[in-house]
C-alpha cells in the first residue's frame, strides 16, 4: 500500500499549484492522508475524486471543512496503527503536542503538520511523519510530502522534495 501524505496547502484562489501536483505526485498512489489546513474544502473534493482519502482539519479551516472532518483520526492499515492529528496547540513543540495528544492511544505512527517542517523520526517507539507542504514551505527551502508504504513486515516513509 503506498499513501501520499500532505499537509498545509493553504489554497486560496489559485488551484493550478495543487491540480499539477496532484497529477504529477499522487494520483498513481493508493490513499492520501491530508493533515490539515486546507483552507478550502474544493481541495478535499479534489483528494477525494482522486484516492482513498483520510484527514483531519487544521487550525486555520473554516467551520464547513470542521464539520466535514475531525481534529483527531485513527485508521489501520496492514496491521500497521496510525494517528492523525494537525498539531496545533498552545503549549510545547509541534512535535511534543502531536505525541502527547496520542500518549494514550495504541498507535504505531503519528501524521501531523502544522510546522511546514518536513520531519521523519521516531520518539519512544512510534514514527512520527510531518510532510511539511507541497504548497507554502515558508521557510523551508523545497517544497514536500511523504510517500509511505506500508506491507504487514515493513514501514518504508521517504520525504520527497522539489522546486
Not at 504548497?135 to 506491507?151: A, C, G, N, P, Q
Request: glycine share 6%.
Amino acid at each position: 500500500m503506498r499513501i501520499g501524505i500532505i499537509s498545509d496547502t493553504h489554497i486560496r484562489k489559485d488551484y493550478s499549484k495543487i491540480d499539477s501536483f496532484i497529477e504529477k505526485y499522487l494520483k498513481d498512489l493508493d490513499a492520501i492522508i491530508h493533515v490539515g489546513d486546507y483552507t478550502t474544502i474544493d481541495l478535499i473534493d479534489k483528494l477525494k475524486k482522486t484516492n482513498d482519502f483520510v484527514g483531519v482539519y487544521g487550525n486555520v479551516d473554516g467551520l464547513e471543512i470542521k464539520d466535514m472532518l475531525k481534529q483527531k483520526e485513527f485508521i489501520e492499515i496492514l496491521g500497521h496503527k496510525i494517528g492523525i492529528f494537525h498539531g496545533d496547540g498552545n503549549r510545547k513543540t509541534t512535535i511534543e503536542r502531536v505525541y502527547d495528544e496520542f500518549k494514550n492511544d495504541d498507535v504505531d505512527i503519528l501524521v501531523f503538520g502544522h510546522s511546514h517542517q518536513p520531519i521523519i523520526k521516531t520518539k519512544n517507539q512510534r514514527l512520527m511523519l510531518n510532510p511539511g507542504s507541497p504548497t507554502d514551505k515558508r521557510r523551508e527551502r523545497w517544497f514536500s510530502y511523504i510517500v509511505l508504504e506500508l506491507t504487514e513486515e515493513l514501514i518504508n516513509a521517504q520525504l520527497r522534495f522539489f522546486s
